[in-house]
């Protein structure tokens, strides 16, 4: 599937790091770098805009190793790019350590994954079918 994207960055385009990798890591469009302080949250853009075709949504996803090495997360996970949205894509990152963290222009801030979805038309019910699971809720199997 082609897709159309506008880079006012002068980063490379999104790109999947490994054959069979399914996100594309995107990056910091930074004039200044950021100081992310610990519990602090930020909008870290990319300077990317995409035109989706109808029917599909781009998933922006945090990226494993900051995650694990330095605790930065994205804040809305997975956060979703609208097939009619055309504005900067931007990045809602979270410091979740206990010291600060400095994001570069052209670090890599997160992943992209462009993913299918449905639409639906609900249709009201006065009763649901059962189902061997019922109301089962939070925590409802038990811990082992």
Do not use: C
Request: aromatic share 4%; glycine share 10%; charged share 20%.
């Amino acid at each position: 599937m082609k897709v159309k994207i506008v880079n006012h960055s002068n980063n490379a385009l999104p790109a999947y790091e490994t054959a069979f990798s399914a996100g594309m890591d995107i990056r910091a469009n930074l004039i200044e770098d950021i100081t992310i302080a610990p519990m602090q949250r930020v909008m870290v853009p990319t300077g990317l805009h995409i035109e989706l075709p109808a029917g599909f949504e781009a998933q922006i996803r945090p990226r494993s190793g900051l995650a694990a090495k330095s605790g930065i997360t994205v804040l809305n996970s997975p956060g979703t790019i609208d097939a009619d949205y055309r504005g900067e894509i931007k990045v809602i990152l979270i410091n979740l350590s206990n010291t600060d963290f400095t994001i570069h222009h052209g670090d890599r801030i997160a992943q992209m994954i462009i993913a299918k979805h449905e639409t639906i038309t609900w249709e009201p019910a006065s009763e649901l079918n059962d189902s061997e699971r019922g109301e089962g809720g939070f925590g409802h199997t038990g811990k082992k």
